[in-house]
Nanobody, 119 residues
């Protein structure tokens, strides 16, 4: 069983930056992909970004493209989401998700970390 623990959320002013971390732990696992999703109050959960753990290739939602960077540190089984030029509309609970099989994109989810952007 793989566990994901997010950290790095908090309160930031508009225009500021945050780096979210997602640490994966467990026994004998392999990461295929890691993604970030977010859910704002009253809205559905939406995709933010993802990274292929082997190749490092990335994909971003249009809403954060150019303002965010997803990366990973293989040795630490940790992924990161760097958010820049934050806007109040970025306020949400951010969830890390990982795929530990080649079949299911995301079969493990973290508990989420709150990001609040004040205007």
């Amino acid at each position: 069983q793989v566990q994901l623990v997010e950290s790095g959320g908090g309160l930031v002013q508009a225009g500021g930056s945050l780096r979210l971390s997602c640490a994966a732990s467990g026994r004998a696992f392999r990461l295929y992909t890691m993604g970030w999703f977010r859910q704002a109050p009253g809205k559905e959960r939406e995709f933010v970004a993802r990274i292929n753990w082997s190749t490092g290739s990335t994909e971003y939602a249009d809403s954060v493209k150019g303002r965010s960077t997803i990366s990973r540190e293989n040795a630490k089984n940790t992924g990161y989401l760097h958010l820049n030029s934050l806007e109040p509309e970025d306020t949400a609970v951010y969830y890390c998700a990982a795929g530990t099989t080649a079949i299911v994109p995301y079969n493990t989810w973290g508990q989420g970390t709150q990001v609040t952007v004040s205007s």
